[in-house]
């Protein structure tokens, strides 16, 4: 199942890829053929959530998996600084706040606020329980390195309610 969940993720990135402007960077993974798509200017807030949660939705959490890496590619410097090392990152969703955002069902962004270099998204999820979580997404525009200009994620509450029946 791995395997083919894998397979998946790898095709929905190649669709994606072909339907991003040319300036969209990708970069080869470690390993295999596969690709993540990496942070640009040409991004929009939105593309840089709905990439994420489709790694999320895709992964188990494991850290070296092609899907976490995915995510891991599209934290804001400022919340890699807070959050560490990608193995301690992908730590994070062994919490129960974070935890419904693995192998969630479905999920819908909707776009609350919007500054010059920030952007606040209500994400609302439906867990493989059956159960909707909502959470607020915050995305910045990174101001350094090579990542300069594009939107990446400062920061996600954990859910507002923990949770409620669908």
Do not use: C
């Not at 301690?88 to 192998?103: E, I, K, Q, T, V």
């Not at 493989?128 to 997404?137: G, N, T």
């Amino acid at each position: 199942m791995k395997h083919f969940t894998h397979k998946i993720f790898v095709i929905l990135l190649a669709v994606m890829a072909l339907l991003m402007p040319p300036s969209s960077q990708i970069m080869a993974a470690d390993e295999g053929a596969s690709s993540i798509i990496m942070p640009s200017p040409s991004l929009l807030p939105e593309d840089v959530v709905a990439i994420q949660l489709l790694g999320l939705q895709l992964t188990k959490g494991d850290s070296s998996s092609v899907e976490m890496r995915q995510v891991w590619a599209f934290a804001h410097p400022y919340n890699k600084a807070m959050t560490g090392p990608l193995q301690r990152f992908a730590r994070l969703f062994d919490l129960p706040a974070y935890r419904p955002l693995l192998g969630h069902k479905s999920h819908q962004i909707l776009r609350l606020a919007q500054g010059e270099d920030q952007v606040q998204m209500q994400v609302q999820v439906t867990g493989r329980d059956a159960k909707s979580y909502v959470y607020l997404w915050v995305v910045g525009r990174a101001d350094t390195g090579p990542e300069a200009g594009s939107w990446m994620t400062l920061s996600v509450s954990a859910p507002a309610g923990g949770g409620t029946q669908s």
